[in-house]
């Protein structure tokens, strides 16, 4: 009888914890992430000043991003968060500036660029990219002259 009132408290706990568990899974599944795990963000304002330095450098901001303007969070702080654009370029732009970015604006950021296929590494195997031998310049090589003599 003792062991059933130690159990049931037990497979409780357990329950929760697996309830906790598969709700916070599925929470964060519904971000979209980067290719390293990151999280991709989206400059939700009209534009949004970017600093390079920090937001209280003395030159003000060095540039402005647009609306839509994909970005990676670094680190985020009190007022303001470190981001990385996918230049590669990082600085700092108002938190408030940005919310988690929507799926489709990944996927469009993500999307081949036109049918040319542009995105696509060239195949070499085509005969457009083999020079042919009759088409590369005759050359005769430069001879190497012969050291002076020296009677030391």
């Known amino acids: 009888m003792k062991s059933k009132g130690r159990i049931a408290p037990l497979v409780s706990l357990l329950v929760a914890v697996t309830m906790v568990c598969c709700g916070c899974a599925k929470w964060n599944r519904a971000r979209p992430a980067a290719a ?25 901001a060095d540039k402005t991003l647009p609306k839509d303007t994909l970005v990676t969070l670094i680190r985020s702080s009190f007022g303001y968060a470190k981001v990385k654009l996918t230049t590669g370029e990082q600085g700092y732009v108002a938190r408030d500036d940005i919310r988690p970015a929507p799926p489709a604006l990944i996927a469009a950021a993500n999307a081949p660029t ?12 085509d005969p457009r990219f083999i020079a042919p031998p009759e088409s590369l310049p005759e050359f005769e090589p430069t001879p190497i002259p012969n050291p002076p003599d020296s009677d030391n």
């Open 36 to 60: 390293n795990g990151e999280k991709f963000f989206a400059v939700t304002a009209n534009s949004t000043p970017f600093y390079l330095y920090g937001p209280q450098q003395g030159s003000g």
């Open 114 to 125: 036109g049918p040319s296929g542009a995105h696509l590494r060239p195949d070499l195997s």
